[in-house]
């Protein structure tokens, strides 16, 4: 079963991109065929004009030395960028024609950037969902590792596969979505997910210092207002991130919280400690990776390459499907 994933190229990663997918990217490379792309197209759902788009590069080449430096090796997995294999745009156009309008305005996200981007409601964001199920399919992926927050995403995905599946005949198989242990990381702000465009976000390579910085101003269960008042680990979301960054010592954390034994300050230290311990070869490997300057651009024009063979192939199939031949 091939995987597929993508991500928007926000630059740098932050600990709930890489707690929430980009560690199952990595796992599922030793038994899949793994392809993984940076969503530029997408990201333009969100950007308007020239001093906007300006970022796009640097921010994929940010993007890429972090998953490179996680574990993503170019070798077993298809590292590409989204822009790169425009056939996916014309397989877009297609699955548009099979979508009702009304599916994708229920789309929550959708909903949200009503809201957020007032000033730029533009028809792309209506057809986000079917451009990533366009992604998925066009590689025929099976297995789509992501975070929680794209879960309706992936249920839509579905339901477009079958519908052009029951019209057309089985073309495509069904997406499933594989989320981690930890598939939603909240932020430093301890309401929202973690989020560059929130702003509560601790990225990868980040220096242990600001790391450290970044953590200590984190908030923690708001119900816990003194030192000596007892703790809920299920509201806070530093206890999330011990989950999985000082893993040995997740019961003991707990039971510590809970009984008021341990104050949220020494917490999070020891959550900054932990973190900055976890990323040490992570961070090694990304400045070495940053000393070459044009090994980004190699791996991605392989990406491309082998991720078009494929493309190629399914994109003809669907048209001849949908008579376009
Ligand atoms: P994005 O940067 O929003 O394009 O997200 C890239 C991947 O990281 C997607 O699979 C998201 O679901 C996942 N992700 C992003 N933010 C979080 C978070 N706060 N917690 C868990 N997963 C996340
Ligand atoms: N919508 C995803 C996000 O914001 C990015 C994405 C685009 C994606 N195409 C995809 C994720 C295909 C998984 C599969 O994070």
Redesign the pocket.
């Known amino acids: 079963m091939r995987v597929f ?1 993508g ?2 190229p ?1 630059g740098r990663q932050h600990l ?2 890489y ?3 980009i560690q199952n990217y990595v796992k599922l490379q030793r038994e899949h065929e793994c392809i993984y792309c940076i969503v530029d197209i997408h990201a333009l759902t969100s950007l308007e004009g020239a001093e906007e788009v300006s970022h796009l590069k640097g921010n994929i080449r940010e993007m890429l030395l972090d998953w490179l430096a996680a574990g993503l090796d170019p070798e077993k997995s298809i590292l590409f960028v989204q822009s790169h294999v425009p056939e996916v745009m014309q397989l877009h156009t297609m699955l548009s024609m099979v979508t009702p309008l009304s599916w994708l305005l229920r789309v929550p996200t959708f909903k949200e950037k009503v809201h957020s981007q007032k000033e730029n409601v533009n028809y792309g964001l209506v057809g986000y969902p079917i451009l990533m199920t366009a992604d998925i399919i066009l590689y025929k992926g099976e297995i789509v ?6 879960l309706p995403h992936l249920e839509l995905a579905r339901e477009i596969v079958r519908r052009f599946n029951h019209l057309y005949g089985y073309t495509f198989p069904e997406p499933q979505a594989k989320l981690t242990t930890v ?5 430093l702000d301890g309401t929202q ?3 560059k465009s929130y702003n509560n976000q601790v990225d990868l390579a980040s220096s242990p210092e600001e790391t450290v910085e970044r953590i200590m101003s984190a908030f923690t269960d708001p119900s816990r207002k003194y030192r000596r008042d007892p703790g809920h680990p299920e509201l806070c979301n530093i206890y999330s991130l011990h989950q999985f960054f000082t893993a040995g010592r997740v019961a003991e954390v707990a039971l510590e919280c809970r009984s008021a034994g341990i104050g949220c300050v020494d917490c999070k230290k020891l959550l900054a400690k932990g973190i900055n311990t976890n990323l040490e070869p992570f961070r090694e490997r990304r400045r070495e990776l940053e000393s070459r300057p044009d090994y980004i651009e190699e791996v991605l024009q392989e990406g491309a390459c082998r991720a078009r063979a494929i493309a190629e192939v399914t994109l003809s199939e669907a048209k001849m499907r949908m008579g376009l031949t």
Do not use: H, Y
Request: avoid cysteine; charge should be positive.
């Open positions: 994933s991500a928007r926000t709930g991109n707690v929430g997918a590792p992501v975070g929680e927050d794209q598939p939603l990381i909240r932020g997910k973690m989020s």
